[in-house]
Structure formats: C-alpha cells, structure tokens
C-alpha cells in the first residue's frame, strides 16, 4: 500500500494522462465528462484514491492515531519551551548588556522567574517523551498482517481485505453504481488507488525485500521515505494540511463525510464482497476522519530555526574565534548519520541519492539503538533547568559585592550537564528561602561585571542550542519509528536505501525473527518458495518510475471499465507475488515450504 502522498500524486497525473490519451471515439464524450467530474469535484476524486487508507483507519483500533496526536502535543509543548528559553535568554542578554538601565534588574528578575516556571513544564514534557518513546519503540503501532498469521480471511481487518481481495471486481461495481458527477469521480479515485498500488507495491516489494505482510517495518519507512520524495519534487503535496483541506467537502472545517458519498462506499463494498465471509464492515466516516487528521498532524513536526548567537559583547568573550563560533554538534540533518559500511552488512546496490554514493544503513539506525542518545538531550535539559532555579538565590550576596559566587562554582559550572534531574536539597532549599531581600538596580549592576554572569549567557545559549537539538533527534526518532515521514533526511542510509530499486530481484525474502532490531537492514534471510518473480521494476529505477507507469495503466483500465469489458483478474494490490499478479489465498500454512497457493478466480473471496 503506497502512502498518501504519492496516492494524490499518481491521481493528478492519470487524469493528465486521460485527458491527454487518444481514446476511442466512442469513448470520448465519456471521458472528457469525467475529467470535468473530477475537476468539478476534487475532494471525491482525492477520497476516491485514498480509500485503502480510508478503510485501513476505519478498521484499525486507533493506536497508532493516538500515538500521532500524543507525540503532536509532546512536539508543540517542545517548540513552546525552546520559543520560551529563547524569549528568557533574549530578557537575561539585554539586561546584561545594559545594567545600568533602570528597567534592567526587574527584567532578569522577571525572566528568572519564568525560568522557574519552565523547569516544573519541562520536568512534565521530558516525562511524557520518555514514556512515548518506550512504547514507539515496539513497533506495536504497526500491526502484523493476518496472511502471516495465517488467520482466515474471515478475520482481516478491511484495510488488508481491500488490497488482496476482488480489486478489480471493486472498481467496475464502483463504476456500475455511479449515477452523478460526485460518484463518477469517487469511482475513478478508486481506480486510480487501484493502479498505483498495483505499480507502487511492486516498487515497495523489490526496495523492501519482500511484501508488507513479511516486512511490515520495511515497508512503512520505505512508503513514508516515497513520500517524502513525492514531497520534495511536486509542491502540491508538500502540505498534509492542504492534502487534508483538499479532502473536506464544501470547505466544511470539520471533517464530516456527507451521508451520500459514505452510503455509496458501502453500498459499493456490499455489492463487491460476500459479506457474510468478512467482518462487518467498517463506517468509512471514522476513517474518513482519522485520516483528515493524521494528514493534519503530520505537518506539526517542523523544526524551528537554530538558536541565535548572543549579542557580539558576549561572543568574544565566549569564542576564541568570534567569527567562527562553534556550530552544535548534532543537528537535524545530521541526527541519523551517513554511518560507513557495517560489518556484515552487504544489502545490495546502493546507488548514491542525488548522484553521490552512501553506505548501507547500520544497526545505529534502528529505533532502539538511537533511544539513549535522545535522552541524553533532554537529561543536560532538564539538568541546566533545575540549576536554573537557584538563579536570584545564593549567589546574589556575593555577586552584589562584585565576588564569585561559591555555589555557582560548586554546584552549576561544573555538574549541570551530569544529568542532574533530582529535587533540590534540603540544603538548596534553604538557601532559596534565606535570599529575602529584593534586588536592587544597583545590586544588579556591580553583579553584571561578574565573569558567571557571562557564564550564564554562555550556558544559556548553550541549553537553547540543545533543545534544538532535541527537537531534531525526536523528529528523527519519529520518522525511524515509521509516526511521521522523514523530511529532509532521504539522503541517509535508513531512508535511502528505498530510492532505488537493488540488484537482489529474488523475492521474496521470508520475516526477520526479530524485525524491531533489523529492519534497518535488507533482510538477510532465505527465500520464500516459490519465487515468482517474472516482471520486475528495472534495477535503479526511482520512486518516479510509479508515477510514470500507473497513468497509462490506469487509462487502459478505465478503457475496459467504459466499454463494459467484464473483468477477468483481480490484482493483489500487495505484490506478494510479483507484478500483475492475480489475487491468492494460502493453502496450506504461510511457513510452508513451498508456500502452497491457490490463485483466486475472479468471482472467488
């Protein structure tokens, strides 16, 4: 199953492609009334091509939904806190910059105050991130399919029903039921889903080393790392919120599906499936609505810009070289690192994204191995945080006399980044609660020439600069998690290894034992029998080979669909077994050796 974003990607261009094509003249007045359907009603059309995502929310139990929305919030509590230390900083720089100023110790007092304030917020945010990233790791969201299961079909949800079962026999009755403009455009989304999955999960299947039912991890990072691509090259579906504004009928703001259009999706599924085989069908306004919504939520997670250098006064004093301060040592571009090649490691052909070459990914890409790191970010956070909340505490006595402070020296310079996360001290407490007097303006300006207060403008800066950074390494643990797509990052070996088909076209590779650990790598295990693989994407091809060959198939099937051909095989929309391959049913156990298949003739469930 091909993401979102290539889904309205491949749906423009196949209607390009039809209101282009040389078509039968018997045919045209048809066509051109449904290229004049869909651009009459685009969100029909759109809703028509999304329909296996439709249906894969509707049937899902809304974990992975709820994992998004959480780590959504998680995300913008985060940008709330960096814009908030960046405000503080801005406060504390400007007061120190100019002591003398009479609003200038009521201006660090206040930004001290809010950085109090910040250090009970953040303590909350760091816990919860925790929490997310101990269950994200799993992989649980992701569900194995039922094939592998072996479970009958019976007991698929709708969304794995939908790719394996009548895809043909579903677009013809879509066609057959279609009496207006809106329906006749639904009708040809759905065809058009139907050809770019058959296209895509070929593409997915050779990239992957297998199908979605024996590499379900594979697969996501690489349908997210396809969008990503299809984000980068066509600015139409750059924004999920706009892909999701697109899908909204009458500019509605909420996500409602009218009544006609969700009774014609049902009534076009109970035409098409033996119902009583199948679990109920599910209501494809709840789809409807998670999928407007993870579309939404997908665009939350946007890095804000690094922090800015303090003014030039402090620079050179920090920087031996003031003209070429240090840069931070970890970045959002570089949070999944280009890493070498990997002992062991020997996928297959990796050609270099954007002509260069890049080494395979290693087991530093997985989920779990990159957990630590991300910690550590948010440990010297929340460690610079709680010694913040002795600023205007001990140290003011010596400061005002232009002496440095013995607390600073023993507790703050030296210990902050030790991930110190516990409560203050009895101790600590105590010397917060002695510093009763207010500070005074002159006060403040013999404690400005102090050299820790330039400490503290450094040090500020410096956990701004972190959380900057702990914002790219959650994004990246997000995307390498399969959450969010991977933006800005397919030039890394996790995600570029999926932008060009490898020279390995035996297929398919049977599961990993333990995919949560590997699926960084091309799997390294035994074929599944029989190996069935007669059409193949040419090897080195790109995502944009989908995009190029679903138009004139999809014009070739609407062609058949026009002229009343009756339908003669249903494609497996999975590609478990090759290109145009028809749908199948195990016969037998999926571990079998050979895998014993049935293929399904065409009225078969």
């Not at 491949?10 to 282009?20: D, G, H, R």
């Not at 109090?116 to 997310?132: E, N, V, W, Y």
């Not at 072996?150 to 939908?162: K, L, R």
């Not at 070429?324 to 062991?344: L, N, R, S, W």
Request: with cysteine; aromatic share 8%.
């Amino acid at each position: 199953m091909i993401d979102a974003r290539t889904h309205v990607v491949a749906l423009s261009q196949q209607l390009n492609t039809l209101t282009a094509a040389p078509v039968d003249p018997a045919l045209d007045a048809a066509r051109n009334q449904l290229v004049d359907d869909c651009a009459d009603h685009p969100a029909h059309a759109r809703l028509g091509a999304l329909l296996d995502h439709v249906l894969a929310h509707a049937a899902s139990d809304g974990t992975e939904a709820d994992l998004l929305e959480e780590a959504a919030r998680m995300w913008t509590d985060g940008l709330a806190l960096y814009a908030e230390i960046g405000r503080i900083r801005g406060e504390i720089e400007t007061a120190l910059s100019d002591p003398s100023s009479p609003e200038a110790a009521s201006r660090f007092c206040e930004a001290t105050l809010s950085l109090r304030h910040a250090t009970s917020d953040a303590k909350g945010t760091f816990l919860r991130m925790d929490s997310l990233g101990k269950r994200l790791r799993t992989m649980a969201h992701i569900p194995r399919h039922p094939r592998q299961q072996d479970e009958p079909v019976s007991q698929w949800g709708w969304g794995d029903v939908f790719l394996a079962r009548r895809t043909d026999a579903l677009v013809r009755t879509a066609f057959g039921e279609a009496r207006t403009g809106e329906t006749r455009a639904l009708a040809f989304g759905i065809l058009s889903g139907y050809s770019a999955n058959a296209v895509g999960s070929v593409y997915l299947t050779q990239v992957v080393g297998g199908p979605r039912r024996s590499h379900r991890l594979r697969d996501r990072i690489a349908r997210n790392a396809i969008g990503s691509w299809c984000g980068e090259r066509y600015p139409e579906v750059r924004s999920c919120r706009e892909i999701a504004d697109s899908l909204r009928f009458d500019n509605a703001p909420e996500a409602t599906l009218p009544g006609e259009t969700a009774d014609f999706l049902t009534r076009t599924l109970r035409e098409t499936y033996d119902l009583s085989r199948l679990s109920p069908v599910p209501d494809p306004a709840l789809g409807y609505g998670r999928l407007i919504r993870q579309l939404e939520l997908l665009d939350t997670f946007v890095q804000p810009p690094p922090p800015a250098l303090p003014p030039a006064s402090f620079v050179t004093k920090f920087f031996a070289d003031p003209a070429h301060p240090p840069q931070p040592a970890v970045t959002p571009e570089t949070a999944t690192p280009p890493y070498a090649h990997g002992p062991g490691v020997k996928p297959t052909t990796y050609h270099g994204y954007g002509g260069g070459q890049v080494g395979p990914p290693t087991a530093t890409d997985s989920t779990a191995d990159s957990e630590s790191a991300c910690g550590s970010f948010c440990l010297a956070v929340l460690a610079f945080l709680c010694f913040a909340v002795l600023l205007g505490g001990p140290c003011w006595e010596e400061w005002g006399e232009e002496k440095s402070c013995t607390f600073w020296d023993k507790h703050v310079a030296e210990n902050w980044r030790n991930a110190f996360t516990n409560d203050l001290s009895q101790a600590e407490k105590d010397a917060l609660a002695s510093q009763s007097q207010p500070l005074t303006g002159s006060g403040f300006a013999a404690a400005a020439r102090v050299s820790q207060l330039d400490e503290l403008v450094s040090q500020l800066f410096d956990l701004h600069v972190r959380l900057w950074e702990a914002l790219g390494k959650a994004a990246a643990y997000l995307s390498g998690c399969g959450l969010i797509y991977p933006e800005g990052r397919l030039g890394f070996p996790l995600y570029h290894q999926f932008l060009a088909v490898p020279s390995d076209t035996l297929q398919p590779h049977r599961p990993e034992t333990d995919d949560v650990r590997t699926f960084y790598r091309y799997p390294r295990t035994e074929m599944e029998h029989p190996v069935d693989y007669t059409k193949t994407v040419p090897v080195g091809a790109d995502p944009g080979i989908v995009l190029t060959a679903t138009g004139p198939d999809c014009v070739r099937r609407w062609e058949e669909a026009a002229r009343g051909t009756p339908g003669d095989t249903n494609l497996d929309l999975d590609a478990d077994r090759g290109t145009a391959h028809p749908c199948w049913a195990t016969r037998g156990s999926i571990e079998d050796d050979p895998v014993g298949v049935d293929i399904l003739a065409y009225q078969d469930l």
